[in-house]
């Protein structure tokens, strides 16, 4: 896909980010499919973009805060040592998104862009590093 001159791409599920918690899973799933909505946003035309955009970072941030909490919980349940720096992850991942949100208000491809490169970006490396981490933890324990 070509978007503003540049090829991208949709961010995908791949088995090697399963952390093997099934609920965790599909909550990783469901905010790669928002992500790629907020692809699909910036795609939309002028008129379209401000509604489908607000839409889509309202579920992003909804669910991110959802997700955020469920797995916070999980890590306090089974006692992860590393669970407060985990949660500061959590919280700078959500301070950025607000801070990037904010640049979003009018239609510019080059900052709809970086944000959508960066939330799946940051997303797919959370996962296969900081939540493989607590999962092997929790699965060894």
């Known amino acids: 896909m070509v978007y503003n001159g540049r090829m991208t791409n949709l961010f995908t599920w791949d088995d090697s980010l399963a ?3 099934p609920d ?3 909550q990783h799933k469901k905010l790669i499919a928002i992500i790629n909505d907020v ?3 910036m795609q939309a035309s002028q008129g379209e973009y401000a509604i489908r955009m607000a839409k889509d970072l309202k579920r992003l941030t909804d669910y991110t805060v959802y997700h ?3 797995e916070e919980s999980f890590m306090r349940k089974h006692d ?3 669970f407060e720096k985990h949660r500061r992850e959590h919280e700078t991942f959500i301070e950025q998104v607000n801070a990037q949100i904010k ?5 510019n491809p080059d900052d ?5 490169r960066f939330l799946g970006t940051w997303l797919l490396n959370h996962i296969a590093k900081s939540d493989r981490d607590w999962a092997m ?3 060894h324990s």
């Open 103 to 107: 640049t979003l208000s009018q239609v």
């Open 68 to 70: 955020f909490s469920e």
């Open 137 to 139: 933890f929790i699965d």
């Open 24 to 26: 965790v899973d599909l």
């Open 19 to 21: 952390t093997g918690f």
């Open 39 to 41: 692809h699909g946003a």
């Open 80 to 82: 992860y040592p590393d």
């Open 112 to 116: 709809g862009y970086r944000f959508y």
